[in-house]
């Protein structure tokens, strides 16, 4: 949209109405200015939201629109993704399982989520995709050196770095594969393949090297802390394994177990392992048949030797830096399309009759339970997310008379962000025109701890007369204890004495964030 936390209100009480202001499009702001803001606001990489500023540009969204506008590209991204993948397979494996494999992602659950969010992971998992293509053509042609395919991976590849730092990740495993089959097949390849290599390594330094002093600068920042765990346990430590077992399973199906009653999370749950030890049969069995086949066995091992470089390098970040990936199943973006390719080639059945009659079934049926899977997750059944706006805002509102303000604590701009995301659910839950008159929102700086949020609190002039219900949005590791029994608020009927806000007990809620009301009163002369 070409704005900043610095053109959101900070230490200041506004009205939900400005978010319109908050939310509108700046036309002329340019990449540079772009990536300054992302250097010291966030810590990703430039290009994606140049490409972005310049599609809205584009379109030209308004306050009615922009949601819509800003999630398009993202989607156009993951239907790129498919037509990739279908190339992938197409090159590595046959027309059947090109077509199977992008049927796949089209139906996933996992693809269809990262492609409905107005964020940067369809398009590093397009790239990512085609650097793969690249790889096998390489892999294909032992004895023949093609320049363009090394320089077309090399470019794919540098792309990705400024797309998202987890092309990195992407990028150490595409080399250790590549760089484990030319070792093994020495024999067999060309020494014009080593050069390729070591020229497309040295040039993606080259080119990444302006970005390097920053990418080391965003590595210290405090935004990615909460993937570390609060008061890590054994458990902690075994959790990574059968999370990233969990995330396999969400690329081909998705249930609606979150935030359902126990019965309907041990019903639907039961599903889900049953489905899970079918399919895992069924692909224990393609990969016995696809196996005797010599043709495919190269761009299997290729694409599965891809895949566990990856797991890898994500279980070293788990156990050596204490931040847990695998909590996050979108980060799992790296290596889908290497998952959906070997899905397509050893699910879609071998070439001789018998084979294509008893495995017919199984690619219906995974079409079907993807497809299924991907109306929960565009419906808001499945892969909700962690800190729920919506429900959020309608927790702050159940008392519709009631006046209210809320107020967000910061340090760092994602938490901005985040706030911005309860109050456009808040202003949803207000007539529009009662929501000026009866709701504010402030965001409070805690770089100096709390204590400096509660001594700030009463200095913001809030037009709201009381009684109104005051919600204080915390960090992660807030408890109801920790919040002071009782708050001071500003109020227009008594400028020099403010009002006194007692905590509620009970109403104390966690949704990723805690969040506190505190009931103010006038005081009594």
């Not at 899905?343 to 017919?360: E, F, P, Y």
């Amino acid at each position: 949209m070409g704005k900043s936390s610095a053109d959101v209100p900070l230490n200041v009480f506004f009205s939900l109405t400005d978010l319109e202001q908050i939310f509108s499009f700046r036309s002329g702001v340019s990449c540079p200015q772009i990536t300054q803001t992302l250097v010291h606001e966030s810590v990703h990489p430039p290009l994606f939201f140049c490409l972005i500023y310049h599609w809205l540009a584009w379109l030209q969204p308004n306050s009615s629109n922009w949601v819509w506008a800003i999630r398009s590209l993202p989607a156009l991204f993951g239907v790129g993704s498919i037509a990739a993948l279908y190339w992938l397979n197409r090159v590595a494996f046959s027309p059947a399982a090109a077509w199977f494999g992008a049927a796949l992602m089209a139906v996933s659950p996992f693809a269809v989520y990262l492609s409905q969010e107005a964020r940067h992971y369809t398009l590093p998992m397009l790239l990512i995709t085609l650097a793969l293509v690249m790889l096998v053509k390489i892999q294909q042609s032992p004895r023949t050196f093609t320049p363009w395919l090394w320089i077309s991976w090399t470019g794919i590849n540098l792309i990705g770095l400024y797309v998202h730092y987890f092309c990195l990740l992407a990028l150490i495993a595409q080399i250790g594969t590549i760089a484990l089959w030319m070792f093994w097949q020495r024999r067999e390849i060309l020494r014009r393949h080593w050069v390729g290599l070591g020229s497309g390594i040295l040039a993606l330094g080259a080119g990444y090297l302006p970005w390097f002093p920053i990418f080391l600068s965003h590595l210290s920042r405090p935004e990615t802390d909460w993937l570390i765990p609060y008061k890590p346990d054994w458990t902690d430590r075994i959790a990574p394994l059968y999370q990233t077992l969990v995330g396999w399973l969400l690329m081909v199906i998705a249930l609606p177990i979150e935030e359902q009653p126990d019965s309907i999370v041990y019903f639907f749950g039961s599903i889900g392992l049953i489905f899970a030890l079918w399919l895992g049969w069924q692909i224990v069995k393609g990969i016995r048949r696809q196996w005797r086949n010599q043709l495919v066995r190269p761009p299997l091992l290729l694409l599965s030797g891809f895949v566990g470089f990856v797991l890898l390098e994500f279980f070293a970040i788990v156990y050596l830096l204490d931040k847990d990936l695998t909590i996050v199943p979108r980060y799992n973006f790296v290596y889908y399309p290497a998952m959906g390719a070997l899905l397509g080639a050893v699910l879609i059945g071998g070439q001789d009759q018998r084979d294509k009659t008893s495995n017919r079934a199984t690619p219906i049926v995974l079409l079907i339970v993807g497809l299924l899977s991907s109306l929960l997750v565009v419906n808001g059944f499945a892969f909700q997310k962690s800190y729920r706006p919506t429900r959020v805002a309608q927790d702050m509102a159940f008392e519709p008379d009631q006046s209210l303000v809320a107020m967000v604590s910061y340090r760092s701009p994602q938490e901005i962000a985040l706030g911005l995301s309860f109050a456009l659910e808040l202003r949803k839950q207000f007539p529009p025109d009662l929501v000026n008159d009866r709701v504010r929102f402030a965001f409070v700086d805690r770089t100096q701890g709390y204590s400096q949020v509660w001594r700030t609190l009463p200095q913001l002039a809030q037009p709201l007369p009381m009684p109104l219900n005051l919600w204080v949005v915390a960090s992660p590791g807030m408890r109801t204890k920790d919040y002071p029994s009782r708050l001071r608020l500003s109020n227009p009927a008594t400028p020099n004495r403010k009002a006194l806000c007692p905590v509620d007990p009970e109403e104390f809620h966690r949704v990723g964030f805690p969040y506190q009301l505190f009931r103010c009163r006038s005081r009594q002369e």
